[in-house]
């Protein structure tokens, strides 16, 4: 599958491709010599690499992707464990991952009677097992000519795996080219499937965008779900009109007929439902991005768990992105006040930031979560299957605050089971 894509592509549209392995297996190397850069620092001693490190580059033929190296999974010690800890974060964000294993040079490390994964590497095949994430082997070595014990690792990991290794020289580049054909081939069939408006919109269609302009809006710039949606509806040769909810009470007179849809901030629902006209159906970049970056049908669940919820209730809120909190914050402030509002001032709310998800979410009622502007849908799915595996109910803002204006059923896209995002 290839990728149309331009080089500027907002890290979460890439295909992220995570690379793993133990202590000085290569990795970094690896990672250097597959984007042409010094982007990890290579050095003998254990444990160089510490939180994962992240490179952007475009492949041809494949397009743009997002190398991520790890440190190494063997790690030890405290802070060797909240290494590992990071790595295993970073797992949840691959779309693919590159597995190394290191040849000593006319021998196999650690080995006396021929290749067998260690405790570690079996973990971890089965963490990617578990997750459902492609694996590409790849035997690196670091001498000027294959060692023989190459061909016997590879051999085992052909019965351990049922797949045949690709083997690199990571110092010399030798078999990168290998590892691009092998990633081709691994891309999941439904990545960059998705659209963001889905069956929302006909080719054509006139739709209306409603985008506030507050303090959390950068200057001079649109948030990116904004500018997502606006270049995937000139795509699709729409007819768009941009206004803010102060001014579309104005917009709406100048047009001839009203449009088709209209997408507004969330924030905004109450007002933009007032003056929407009979006829344009209504949602938010929110309630799109929870389909187009997640589960809409668990979302909208979710959403109508909050019905069952009492003053008792504890609540995880769930920001993709650390920020300085704005005094009128929609996550921090504006999600919590309309949650007291409807179920009352006893309810305890936290705040999860960035990549800091609890891995033990059974203490909450549920978990409501931004849009996810800046994850993959990768990375989103996997918190979705995080929250559902330990039975915790899960949504996003958007449905949230449509629940709160008691309009949700009236601003989804079409109808929960039936959504279909090509």
Avoid at 293 to 320: M, N, P
Wanted: glycine share 10%.
């Amino acid at each position: 599958m290839t990728s149309n894509l331009p080089d500027g592509t907002p890290s979460s549209e890439r295909l992220h491709i995570i690379v793993l392995g133990k202590r000085n297996s290569g990795k970094s190397s690896l990672v250097n010599a597959m984007t042409g850069q010094e982007t990890s620092v290579v050095s003998a001693v254990p444990g160089t690499t510490t939180d994962p490190v992240r490179k952007a580059m475009e492949i041809s033929g494949i397009g743009p992707c997002l190398f991520i190296d790890t440190a190494g999974f063997d790690d030890i010690g405290e802070v060797g464990e909240m290494r590992v800890g990071s790595t295993l974060k970073a797992v949840g964000q691959a779309d693919i991952a590159i597995f190394v294993f290191k040849v000593g040079v006319g021998e196999m490390e650690g080995c006396e009677k021929g290749y067998e994964c260690d405790a570690d590497e079996r973990l971890w095949l089965g963490i990617l097992k578990e997750k459902g994430i492609p694996v590409i082997h790849v035997i690196n070595h670091g001498s000027d000519e294959m060692p023989a014990g190459c061909r016997i690792l590879a051999d085992d990991i052909r019965k351990i795996t049922g797949e045949t290794p690709v083997i690199v020289n990571a110092v010399t580049g030798s078999g990168v080219r290998s590892i691009f054909k092998a990633i081709l081939g691994k891309i999941p069939e439904d990545f960059g499937a998705q659209t963001i408006t889905g069956d929302m919109v006909s080719d054509g269609d006139c739709v209306m965008l409603v985008m506030p302009q507050d303090i959390q809006a950068p200057k001079g710039r649109l948030i990116l779900p904004q500018v997502q949606t606006l270049r995937e509806l000139l795509d699709r040769h729409c007819q768009v009109v941009c206004c803010t909810p102060e001014n579309m009470q104005a917009a709406l007179d100048r047009l001839s007929c009203p449009p088709d849809l209209i997408i507004t901030d969330s924030q905004a629902f109450g007002e933009v439902w007032r003056m929407r006209p009979e006829g344009s159906r209504l949602t938010s970049f929110s309630i799109l991005f929870a389909a187009y970056k997640g589960d809409l049908q668990v979302f909208y669940d979710g959403a109508r768990h909050l019905d069952r919820l009492d003053g008792s209730a504890r609540i995880l809120i769930a920001e993709a992105c650390t920020h300085a909190p704005a005094s009128e914050d929609i996550g921090r402030v504006k999600i919590p006040r309309m949650l007291r509002q409807r179920l009352g001032e006893g309810i305890s709310i936290d705040i999860a930031a960035g990549k800091d998800f609890p891995a033990d979410l059974s203490c909450y009622d549920i978990i409501i979560h931004c849009g996810a502007c800046m994850f993959n849908r990768k990375y989103v799915m996997d918190r979705i299957a995080s929250a559902t595996g330990q039975e915790v109910h899960i949504t996003n803002y958007g449905m949230t605050i449509a629940w709160a204006k008691g309009i949700l059923d009236k601003v989804i896209p079409i109808r929960p089971g039936c959504v279909s995002h090509r």
